[in-house]
């Protein structure tokens, strides 16, 4: 087996490679298989123009092909990553090497190599979108738990009600987190959010609980104020409205109604079969946490306190609610 059918089995096999040489003028001579694959044309069809083709119209503008065959003459050899062309006119992100090809120290033309990293290069992308993400989110957080520890600790009776006080806050915080994260952070459901802030899979006292409405989507930024707002109406509620009582009950029922004229996410909170409630003569946090809404987006709230419980309507305007930021 001769050496040049050694080399024409290697560029056979490589065909996660693109595989070219150039004449000095960078003209194409040769085309692997690998660089039919990646970039379309066939060798006939691309031997004798110039390997500008593969480049995008900026870089050719900016006479790219040119400054790399002189940096791979000065230095031996010139890597790059970068976008390139198909002959299909789509482009995709590639890492390439040129080396001048020498016979007896003198340049005849060029190598170049190419592996496209389309998918690497998104996946770099996304990476760091999330991380700027998750950055800008943990400081909105960081400040909501600095609020709802303030808060708290000024509210409390003593230091035994401000830590309750802040522990049970700090859960649910942290299960809709979870939920968040179950969604790679992104928008999740509403009634999987309602359940877990109103903690039906571990209290004993789901059966007083009945949830109602369709399959909607809340964004991370309400979600989380959502959450909040849900655990202090049943907080409330156990302790002064219809879950204070054996046979009372929670109907939480949701769906899009209407706003100042457009669309709205509605929450309605409506307790039975519990003792009157009056409006409280001081606001505690709760009862603040209660009317300051769903962040991220115009928000009304309506609380009437009945003979035989609370009830809340929440409107929310649906874009904001639904906002992936």
Not at 45 to 59: K, M, N, P, W, Y
Request: with cysteine.
């Amino acid at each position: 087996m001769t050496n040049p059918r050694i080399a024409e089995m290697v560029l056979e096999s490589a065909i996660d490679y693109a595989i070219l040489t150039s004449d000095l003028s960078g003209n194409v001579t040769s085309w692997s298989i690998g660089a039919e694959n990646i970039f379309g044309w066939t060798e006939d069809e691309v031997v004798g123009l110039a390997a500008d083709i593969i480049f995008t119209g900026d870089d050719r503008a900016h006479d790219v092909p040119r400054k790399e065959m002189a940096n791979a003459l000065k230095n031996g050899r010139a890597t790059d990553e970068r976008w390139h062309m198909r002959k299909d006119g789509s482009r995709f992100w590639a890492s390439g090497e040129m080396m001048p090809l020498q016979n007896n120290g003198a340049a005849e033309g060029f190598l170049k190599i190419v592996r496209d990293r389309t998918q690497q290069k998104r996946a770099e992308e996304l990476q760091s979108m999330l991380s700027q993400e998750l950055s800008h989110r943990l400081k909105n957080q960081l400040s909501m738990v600095q609020g709802l520890v303030n808060q708290s600790l000024r509210r409390a009776d003593n230091i035994e009600s401000a830590r309750l006080s802040i522990s049970q806050r700090l859960r649910v915080l942290g299960q809709a987190h979870d939920l968040l994260l179950t969604g790679y952070g992104e928008r999740i459901d509403v009634r999987s959010l309602v359940e877990k802030a109103i903690n039906l899979d571990e209290d004993k006292r789901s059966s007083q609980f009945i949830l109602t409405g369709p399959e909607l989507q809340v964004g991370p930024q309400s979600a989380l104020s959502l959450a909040m707002l849900l655990h202090e109406l049943t907080t409330n509620a156990f302790k002064y409205g219809a879950l204070s009582q054996t046979d009372g009950q929670i109907i939480i029922e949701w769906g899009i109604a209407e706003m100042d004229e457009e669309a709205a996410f509605k929450l309605d909170w409506r307790e039975k079969n519990g003792p009157p409630v009056v409006p409280p003569t001081v606001e505690g946090l709760g009862t603040r946490l209660i009317k300051s809404g769903v962040a991220g987006t115009l928000t009304k709230v309506d609380l009437t306190y009945a003979s035989d419980g609370l009830n809340c309507t929440i409107l929310a305007q649906l874009e904001g609610f639904q906002a992936d930021a």
